[in-house]
């Protein structure tokens, strides 16, 4: 699943195996987005708190998750 449309489409079947696929794809594109925001913030120097709090987040879930990675 890579055309949005097909996701889009394939995320509202009556199918739970589609559905389900769908939602995977899904978490994985949005995980891939999240992933490449928080370096871009860290790269404009913003503070884990500031990502924290646009991600709605505590600063130390943020930093747990994407500190080492960033480093």
Not at 31 to 57: C, H, M, P, T, Y
Request: aromatic content about 4%.
């Amino acid at each position: 699943m890579t055309d949005a449309k097909d996701l889009a489409e394939s995320a509202a079947s009556a199918d739970p195996r589609t559905g389900l696929r769908a939602a995977l794809a899904l978490r994985r594109l949005a995980d891939s987005l999240e992933r490449l925001q928080v370096a871009n913030a860290r790269r404009q120097g913003w503070a884990w708190q500031e990502i924290a709090d646009a991600l709605e987040v505590s600063r130390q879930a943020v930093h747990k998750k994407y500190a080492k990675a960033m480093s």
